[in-house]
């Protein structure tokens, strides 16, 4: 059983930057792949980022990688997703999910809201 809690989210005005933290609880949490995904307004949600458990494979959505990074700390049992350059269309819940494959993830956190005013 994993257990996941996003902060960091906020208002920001287009070209800043946030950090968003995804905690876990779990023992096992240094094994499973956790992704980053969002969901705005009226539309489905999308994957954005994903990282291996031990850190050594990410994979991005083609149109972010640019400006998002995510990172891991398992000694901290947390992950990051570093956003640069904000864009208004970056607006929506971000969720964050933990998994034993990238393709499935079984655990889901509450998701933190990220608004880029323009």
């Known amino acids: 059983q994993v257990q996941l809690v996003e902060s960091g989210g906020g208002l920001v005005q287009a070209g800043g930057s946030l950090r968003l933290s995804c905690a876990a609880s779990g023992r096992t949490f240094s094994s499973t792949y956790v992704g980053w995904f969002r969901q705005a307004p009226g539309k489905e949600r999308k994957f954005v980022a994903s990282i291996s458990g031990s850190g050594s494979s990410r994979t991005y959505s083609d149109s972010l990688k640019a400006r998002f990074t995510i990172s ?10 570093q956003m640069n350059v904000l864009k208004p269309e970056d607006t929506a819940v971000y969720y964050c999910a933990a998994g034993l494959t990238p393709q499935v993830y079984d655990y889901w956190g509450q998701g933190t809201q990220v608004t880029v005013s323009s």
């Open 72 to 81: 891991r700390d398992n000694a901290k049992n947390t992950v990051y997703l």
